[in-house]
């Protein structure tokens, strides 16, 4: 689908949303220490197909057995599969998890993170999904979590629905959205838009049932369905605990 949008009005239509949603949510901090490259990359390998809970207790289970996550590449993969077996699809994520390490090995001269900061952006998100098993999203997770460059956007199925539905993108898929908002995010908000948004697509604009009578874009939103979105009685007793977000947990 084409975009009718300029580059200009995608990045100040995101400045806009930033903006809205720090007013809703605040600005997140992050933790004093930010986990190694290789954790996070790991971590988020595991986050596939599974809610943060598990995920979580899936990484747990492999920290706590294996402190550094290198040891990983000379432990059978039945061994990785039972400890993250919680996380699901444990029979390929363990699979992946060895391939990537061994590509690592191949592919990166020091896999740390000063190491990694010394190559550009672009250049650095291109060798990381270089490594099978690794896309966007997981490249730019490690540089936004990891290396702590707050102009990285990974784009999640959250992120991709919301700006779609806003309207500040016309894409397909997460991919085609990251690839079309990646230069045109408002400097150095990377961090706090990409957390808010996913606060934002978990509480509000849900992917079945959005929230649209209660929600702070709505003005600005184009969805066509915003319409028809009703106020429902709000039930707090079947409301989950939106709170916790695996990456930041890592
Ligand atoms: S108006 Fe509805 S569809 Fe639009 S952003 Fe808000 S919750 Fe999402």
Known sequence: MADLRSPVDVRSELGLVASRLRDSFGVPQRKSRLPAPLDLLIATILSQNTNDVNSHKAYTNLKNRYPDLRMLAKVPPRKIEALIKVG?????????????????????????????????????????????????KTASCVLLFSLGDNDAF?????????????????????????????????????????????????RTCTAQKPRCYECSLYDICRWKEKASQVPVLKDKSKRKDFEFMLLEGV
């Open 88 to 136: 699901g699809i444990a029979n390929k994520k363990s699979k992946v998890i060895k391939r990537v390490l061994k590509e690592i090995e191949w592919r990166f001269k020091k896999f740390d993170r000063r190491s990694l900061r010394k190559t550009e952006r672009e250049e650095l998100i291109e060798k990381l999904r270089s490594l099978n098993g690794v896309g966007y």
């Open 154 to 202: 990974p784009v999640d199925t959250h992120v991709h629905r919301v700006l779609n539905r806003l309207g500040v993108v016309s894409r397909t898929t997460p991919d085609k959205t990251f690839l079309a908002v990646k230069n045109q995010i408002p400097t150095g908000r990377g961090y706090e838009l990409h957390l808010n948004l996913i606060k934002f697509g978990r």
